[in-house]
């Protein structure tokens, strides 16, 4: 093995453990920002890690009738968000999983955990299961079309569907004004919102069996089995944001084998993620969620957003 | 010059003063003396352009040929005879109780704003202007259409302000593409939209954008035109509005949107060098033919039966000046003098006998010649004229118009006829029944006027005998110039 | 691209990005301030276009645009559904997702109408002609889905906008005597307007205008 080899291996194992581990950091960074923002104290940045450390310690409880599948798809689940969050490049471009999927693959990555969650929600036969599945199923059917439609406005500027040469065509060559990139960037945020469930189409932080999406998909689950679709939800929020930060502020990403700029590379990943955390702390408390009814409209305006957004492109070449 | 300035002048005059005095008892008599100046400087205007030719006036601003000077005389007139006419007629309104002294100030002074700017359409020879002018038209007559404020008059103003803005906004577009090309000849400024200039150039104009620019413009003069299917608006404003108000817009507004529409033609006619324009206007023409004569036949308001007749007659001219050549351009031009003689002539009967029976429904009007035979005899021979019976004038330009087309256009002829024919026997037997019969009429405070309504029908008719040979040169040239 | 070329491209998605918004906008008073907003875009578009050819009528023409669009019409609108009781009306639009789609297509058409034209036009800001069209359209497509005369109004008056916006991108604007007269009719318009919504109300206790629909072809 060459010392080329074994950068390129060591740079890819440095991000996908980064990701995976402050994931849940990430998640009690927005839940702490809402907490100041709504004058509370909040739980703490580490809160997450000590649910996540809880649920590990438990027992799994499995229903009677819990098929293989219910048991397997947490793990399938973790696998594909750590599958997504290797190929994106989110301290490094050229990582040696990149060429494994481009964007529109990428989507796929997260079609299918979405299918395996849906289905096992749906496998125990409660009525919230389904109720969560067939509401997630609604949401994704608007989100993903919005989610492609937004991928091919870059896709356009750089005639590439790889997530590097992206990154690299966007991030080290002469500053240049995309309206349509600005367009797509507002309608990725209103995806990401709806694929994360967060406020205004799902709240992160409620039970209540009216409005709820995510959580009701995951009521049977317990033990170890929660704690790592809690993980993997955490993990695709993270991978979510980088992708939005590789797309449309990809100055400081470290181009392909230079590493000795790593360590700015990480904290500017750091420096952007906090931001974005912020704001989209801040964008969920200004905003009231929707009636699950209004969702469709909530993603339509996204879908509409990035069809614009490509429509400029290519009109206009802006 | 001076003619222009009088002509221009006294309209805009009058409207400040009537803004401010349109209220007075004698307001109604001082509207008259203001159309009655304006004719004067038309006809002056006239004669000059007549002995002396075409002329440009104020750094080329103002242009004046032989086809617009026919209709400067023609709209002075009308605009002169209807304050005649309007004075008694709104002074019954008042009496009845359905405007007030404010909202009959607020009448006179847009009654001559709206003049102005019909003056102003056929008058100025930038093209950008003609758009301002004839928008000016359409908001100085909104707030005249809902002057009763009843709920239909409301909804007939704003149906009418929505649709002629929408469709002006069209004719804007189109002004935009026209300069567009013009200043790829001419270089920009403001020389690139004057006519005289345009009309010089016409040859060297691109093709593709003046095509598409004539698509735009007439879809938006057309709509203020009342050509089909963009007339929705027409039958609602002439109905619900004040009657002097139906006559101006049927007589005039119409025609000054033609007006605006063949002047374009002719810029395109000569940067296309194909019948690309006229194929266009005939198409719109005889839809507006068809369907005024149907629909017609299916109204029972009888001021929203003439509103559809004007749409017919407008399609008929719109048809004429599509076809074409000397012989239609010569008829067509007539025919707008004939209808909008006798269409505002009409629409004077109209009124009053309206406010005599107080319905505008043909059913519950009866025996108009009982209680006043000159009314009676006005409309008669006022729905006799419109329908084209020898000897009046409609007849002779309907007669042209039709010849023309069976040579020409052969295709045209059998709708024409046919829709000629609904409509004269839709019209006859609707007018004969309100004509004769039981009478529910009632006596007026106010005496109406109806010499402006035999004076019109006697034009009429003279123009069918006999067309004075100053004026047939005047059309003659008129025709030559539009091609 | 030039800095120039970007900055109009900038100011040409941002007119189309407020006439979508227009479009899915409920509220009447978010309506006038987008128009207000579209008002000042037009502006700025003059001016950076004015700037970078050196057609200095074209700062005249910005400052009216902000004059007028920016501060007086706008101003008159909240006065008028202040007085008219109406500021917080929201109007029930439906299907907006299936209005967006529609708006969409109507993009791509205008585009395609736009593109012999913007071939022949020798500015360098002829590809936003196809936004402009656009824009029109889009303002045309608001004023038939809705049924208030406010918003009515409000789209008839973006349609202008847009037509305005043609003209700066076409033929860097009309002669300054055209330009003038056509912002008279708009001032005119509003005012008249102005009155006519109290007589609107007076009339029928509303400015819904699904209570007009008396005048239909044939009377019964």
């Given at each position: 093995?060459?010392?080329?080899?074994?950068?390129?291996?060591?740079?890819?194992?440095?991000?996908?453990?980064?990701?995976?581990?402050?994931?849940?950091?990430?998640?009690?960074?927005?839940?702490?920002?809402?907490?100041?923002?709504?004058?509370?104290?909040?739980?703490?940045?580490?809160?997450?890690?000590?649910?996540?450390?809880?649920?590990?310690?438990k027992d799994a409880l499995l229903a009677h009738n819990a098929s293989p599948l219910f048991r397997s798809a947490p793990y399938i689940q973790f696998g594909c968000m750590v599958l997504a969050a290797s190929v994106v490049p989110i301290i490094e471009t050229n990582l040696l999983f990149a060429p494994a999927a481009d964007v529109i693959a990428l989507v796929g990555v997260f079609a299918l955990a979405r299918v395996f969650s849906s289905l096992a929600a749906m496998d125990v036969g409660t009525a919230f299961g389904s109720l969560g599945a067939r509401r997630e199923m609604l949401v994704a059917s608007l989100s993903e079309p919005a989610l492609l439609m937004v991928l091919f406005t870059p896709l356009l500027i750089v005639q590439s569907s790889s997530l590097n040469t992206i990154v690299d065509t966007l991030a080290h060559r002469e500053f240049q004004l995309h309206p349509s990139l600005a367009f797509a960037a507002v309608a990725f945020v209103m995806v990401l919102l709806a694929e994360n469930a967060r406020i205004p189409i799902d709240n992160p932080s409620t039970h209540l069996e009216l409005t709820m999406i995510h959580e009701a998909m995951i009521l049977e689950y317990s033990g170890r089995h929660l704690a790592l679709i809690e993980w993997a939800h955490a993990i695709k929020f993270t991978t979510y944001c980088a992708i939005g930060i590789a797309l449309f502020v990809p100055w400081g990403i470290a181009q392909a084998g230079v590493w000795q700029v790593l360590p700015g590379a990480v904290f500017a990943l750091l420096v952007k993620l906090g931001v974005a955390g912020a704001g989209l702390a801040l964008l969920e408390s200004v905003c009231a969620k929707l009636r699950i009814f209004r969702a469709p409209e909530f993603m339509g305006m996204a879908f509409m957003l990035a069809a614009l957004g490509m429509l400029t492109r290519l009109l206009l070449g802006a | 010059m001076n003619e222009i300035a009088l002509t221009l002048g006294a309209p805009i005059?009058?409207?400040?003063?009537?803004?401010?005095?349109?209220?007075?008892?004698?307001?109604?008599?001082?509207?008259?003396?203001?159309?009655?100046?304006?004719?004067?400087?038309?006809?002056?205007?006239?004669?000059?352009?007549?002995?002396?030719?075409?002329?440009?006036?104020?750094?080329?601003?103002?242009?004046?040929?032989?086809?617009?000077?026919?209709?400067?005389?023609?709209?002075?007139?009308?605009?002169?005879?209807?304050?005649?006419?309007?004075?008694?007629?709104?002074?019954?309104?008042?009496?009845?109780?359905?405007?007030?002294?404010?909202?009959?100030?607020?009448?006179?002074?847009?009654?001559?704003?709206?003049?102005?700017?019909?003056?102003?359409?056929?008058?100025t020879n930038n093209m950008g202007i003609l758009w301002v002018a004839l928008?000016?038209?359409?908001?100085?007559?909104?707030?005249?259409?809902?002057?009763?404020?009843?709920?239909?008059?409301?909804?007939?103003?704003?149906?009418?302000?929505?649709?002629?803005?929408?469709?002006?906004?069209?004719?804007?577009?189109?002004?935009?593409?026209?300069?567009?090309?013009?200043?790829?000849?001419?270089?920009?400024?403001?020389?690139?939209?004057?006519?005289?200039?345009?009309?010089?150039?016409?040859?060297?104009?691109?093709?593709?954008?003046?095509?598409?620019?004539?698509?735009?413009?007439?879809?938006?003069?057309?709509?203020?035109?009342?050509?089909?299917?963009?007339?929705?608006?027409?039958?609602?404003?002439?109905?619900?509005?004040?009657?002097?108000?139906?006559?101006?817009?049927?007589?005039?507004?119409?025609?000054?949107?033609?007006?605006?529409?063949?002047?374009?033609?002719?810029?395109?006619?000569?940067?296309?060098?194909?019948?690309?324009?006229?194929?266009?206007?005939?198409?719109?023409?005889?839809?507006?033919?068809?369907?005024?004569?149907?629909?017609?036949?299916?109204?029972?308001?009888?001021?929203?039966?003439?509103?559809?007749?004007?749409i017919e007659h407008m399609g008929l001219a719109t048809f004429a000046f599509g076809m074409g050549g000397p012989i239609a351009n010569f008829a067509a031009l007539l025919h707008m003098t004939v209808h909008s003689l006798t269409k505002s002539a009409i629409f004077f009967t109209v009124g009053h006998a309206t406010q005599k029976t107080g319905t505008q429904v043909m059913d519950q009007i009866r025996?108009?010649?009982?209680?006043?035979?000159?009314?009676?005899?006005?409309?008669?021979?006022?729905?006799?004229?419109?329908?084209g019976m020898p000897p009046f004038g409609v007849f002779a330009s309907e007669f042209l118009i039709v010849t023309t087309a069976m040579r020409e256009q052969p295709w045209a002829a059998p709708i024409l006829l046919v829709s000629l024919a609904v409509a004269f026997a839709s019209m006859f037997m609707r007018v004969q029944s309100m004509v004769f019969g039981d009478t529910t009429a009632r006596r007026l405070p106010h005496a109406p006027a109806l010499v402006p309504v035999f004076v019109h029908l006697a034009l009429v008719l003279m123009l069918g005998l006999w067309i004075p040979p100053y004026l047939a040169d005047w059309y003659r040239l008129a025709a030559k110039l539009i091609g | 691209m030039s800095t120039s070329a970007q900055l109009i491209n900038l100011m040409a998605s941002l007119m189309l990005l407020i006439a979508f918004a227009m479009l899915a906008q409920r509220r009447i008073k978010s309506l006038i301030y987008l128009f207000a907003w579209q008002g000042l875009v037009l502006a700025a578009n003059s001016l950076i276009v004015g700037w970078y050819t050196g057609h200095h009528e074209l700062y005249l023409s910005a400052f009216f645009t902000l004059l007028l669009k920016v501060m007086a019409l706008p101003l008159v609108l909240h006065y008028l559904i202040r007085r008219l009781d109406i500021q917080?009306?929201?109007?029930?639009?439906?299907?907006?997702?299936?209005?967006?789609?529609?708006?969409?297509?109507?993009?791509?058409?205008?585009?395609?109408?736009?593109?012999?034209?913007?071939?022949?036009?020798?500015?360098?800001?002829?590809?936003?002609?196809?936004?402009?069209?656009?824009?029109?359209?889009?303002?045309?497509?608001?004023?038939?889905?809705?049924?208030?005369?406010?918003?009515?109004?409000?789209?008839?008056?973006?349609?202008?906008?847009?037509?305005?916006?043609?003209?700066?991108?076409?033929?860097?604007?009309?002669?300054?005597?055209?330009?003038?007269?056509?912002?008279l009719d708009v001032i005119v318009g509003v005012l008249i307007l102005g009155i006519f919504f109290f007589q609107v109300r007076e009339a029928f206790d509303s400015l819904d205008l699904k209570h007009m629909e008396k005048l239909k072809e044939s009377d019964p």
């Amino acid at each position: 093995m060459t010392l080329a080899h074994l950068i390129s291996f060591l740079s890819q194992l440095t991000q996908t453990l980064l990701v995976v581990l402050i994931a849940p950091l990430m998640l009690g960074w927005v839940a702490q920002c809402r907490a100041w923002l709504q004058n509370r104290s909040g739980p703490g940045l580490l809160q997450p890690y000590r649910v996540l450390f809880k649920l590990l310690h438990k027992d799994a409880l499995l229903a009677h009738n819990a098929s293989p599948l219910f048991r397997s798809a947490p793990y399938i689940q973790f696998g594909c968000m750590v599958l997504a969050a290797s190929v994106v490049p989110i301290i490094e471009t050229n990582l040696l999983f990149a060429p494994a999927a481009d964007v529109i693959a990428l989507v796929g990555v997260f079609a299918l955990a979405r299918v395996f969650s849906s289905l096992a929600a749906m496998d125990v036969g409660t009525a919230f299961g389904s109720l969560g599945a067939r509401r997630e199923m609604l949401v994704a059917s608007l989100s993903e079309p919005a989610l492609l439609m937004v991928l091919f406005t870059p896709l356009l500027i750089v005639q590439s569907s790889s997530l590097n040469t992206i990154v690299d065509t966007l991030a080290h060559r002469e500053f240049q004004l995309h309206p349509s990139l600005a367009f797509a960037a507002v309608a990725f945020v209103m995806v990401l919102l709806a694929e994360n469930a967060r406020i205004p189409i799902d709240n992160p932080s409620t039970h209540l069996e009216l409005t709820m999406i995510h959580e009701a998909m995951i009521l049977e689950y317990s033990g170890r089995h929660l704690a790592l679709i809690e993980w993997a939800h955490a993990i695709k929020f993270t991978t979510y944001c980088a992708i939005g930060i590789a797309l449309f502020v990809p100055w400081g990403i470290a181009q392909a084998g230079v590493w000795q700029v790593l360590p700015g590379a990480v904290f500017a990943l750091l420096v952007k993620l906090g931001v974005a955390g912020a704001g989209l702390a801040l964008l969920e408390s200004v905003c009231a969620k929707l009636r699950i009814f209004r969702a469709p409209e909530f993603m339509g305006m996204a879908f509409m957003l990035a069809a614009l957004g490509m429509l400029t492109r290519l009109l206009l070449g802006a | 010059m001076n003619e222009i300035a009088l002509t221009l002048g006294a309209p805009i005059a009058g409207a400040i003063v009537l803004g401010i005095f349109g209220g007075h008892a004698q307001a109604a008599r001082l509207n008259a003396l203001v159309s009655l100046v304006t004719f004067c400087g038309a006809v002056l205007l006239a004669s000059r352009v007549v002995s002396e030719g075409a002329l440009l006036a104020y750094h080329e601003a103002f242009f004046v040929d032989s086809f617009n000077v026919f209709l400067v005389a023609l709209t002075a007139f009308v605009g002169l005879t209807t304050a005649l006419f309007s004075r008694p007629y709104m002074l019954n309104e008042q009496a009845h109780g359905r405007i007030t002294r404010r909202r009959l100030q607020l009448y006179h002074c847009m009654y001559q704003l709206f003049v102005f700017t019909m003056l102003l359409v056929l008058l100025t020879n930038n093209m950008g202007i003609l758009w301002v002018a004839l928008e000016g038209a359409t908001l100085a007559t909104v707030l005249l259409v809902s002057l009763y404020r009843t709920p239909a008059s409301i909804e007939a103003a704003w149906k009418y302000f929505i649709l002629c803005s929408v469709g002006i906004a069209q004719a804007l577009f189109g002004t935009i593409l026209l300069y567009l090309a013009a200043e790829k000849v001419m270089g920009g400024g403001g020389n690139a939209l004057l006519w005289t200039h345009l009309n010089q150039v016409k040859g060297q104009l691109e093709p593709t954008v003046l095509s598409l620019a004539f698509v735009f413009l007439i879809v938006g003069y057309g709509t203020k035109a009342g050509l089909a299917p963009l007339h929705n608006w027409l039958p609602d404003a002439h109905a619900e509005g004040p009657t002097p108000i139906s006559a101006v817009l049927s007589g005039l507004l119409l025609n000054i949107a033609l007006y605006a529409i063949v002047r374009c033609k002719v810029l395109v006619d000569g940067a296309l060098g194909t019948p690309f324009a006229g194929n266009l206007m005939m198409g719109f023409g005889i839809m507006s033919v068809v369907i005024g004569a149907f629909f017609l036949s299916r109204q029972r308001d009888v001021k929203r039966m003439f509103a559809y007749s004007s749409i017919e007659h407008m399609g008929l001219a719109t048809f004429a000046f599509g076809m074409g050549g000397p012989i239609a351009n010569f008829a067509a031009l007539l025919h707008m003098t004939v209808h909008s003689l006798t269409k505002s002539a009409i629409f004077f009967t109209v009124g009053h006998a309206t406010q005599k029976t107080g319905t505008q429904v043909m059913d519950q009007i009866r025996g108009l010649i009982v209680t006043n035979p000159t009314i009676g005899w006005g409309l008669m021979l006022g729905t006799l004229a419109i329908l084209g019976m020898p000897p009046f004038g409609v007849f002779a330009s309907e007669f042209l118009i039709v010849t023309t087309a069976m040579r020409e256009q052969p295709w045209a002829a059998p709708i024409l006829l046919v829709s000629l024919a609904v409509a004269f026997a839709s019209m006859f037997m609707r007018v004969q029944s309100m004509v004769f019969g039981d009478t529910t009429a009632r006596r007026l405070p106010h005496a109406p006027a109806l010499v402006p309504v035999f004076v019109h029908l006697a034009l009429v008719l003279m123009l069918g005998l006999w067309i004075p040979p100053y004026l047939a040169d005047w059309y003659r040239l008129a025709a030559k110039l539009i091609g | 691209m030039s800095t120039s070329a970007q900055l109009i491209n900038l100011m040409a998605s941002l007119m189309l990005l407020i006439a979508f918004a227009m479009l899915a906008q409920r509220r009447i008073k978010s309506l006038i301030y987008l128009f207000a907003w579209q008002g000042l875009v037009l502006a700025a578009n003059s001016l950076i276009v004015g700037w970078y050819t050196g057609h200095h009528e074209l700062y005249l023409s910005a400052f009216f645009t902000l004059l007028l669009k920016v501060m007086a019409l706008p101003l008159v609108l909240h006065y008028l559904i202040r007085r008219l009781d109406i500021q917080w009306d929201v109007e029930t639009l439906i299907n907006i997702p299936a209005t967006l789609l529609a708006g969409i297509v109507l993009v791509v058409f205008a585009f395609n109408l736009a593109l012999p034209i913007s071939q022949l036009a020798g500015t360098i800001t002829r590809g936003t002609l196809g936004i402009a069209i656009a824009v029109v359209l889009l303002a045309f497509l608001m004023m038939i889905t809705r049924r208030k005369a406010v918003p009515q109004v409000i789209g008839f008056l973006a349609m202008e906008n847009g037509l305005f916006f043609a003209a700066t991108s076409a033929t860097y604007g009309m002669p300054m005597v055209v330009e003038l007269g056509i912002l008279l009719d708009v001032i005119v318009g509003v005012l008249i307007l102005g009155i006519f919504f109290f007589q609107v109300r007076e009339a029928f206790d509303s400015l819904d205008l699904k209570h007009m629909e008396k005048l239909k072809e044939s009377d019964p």
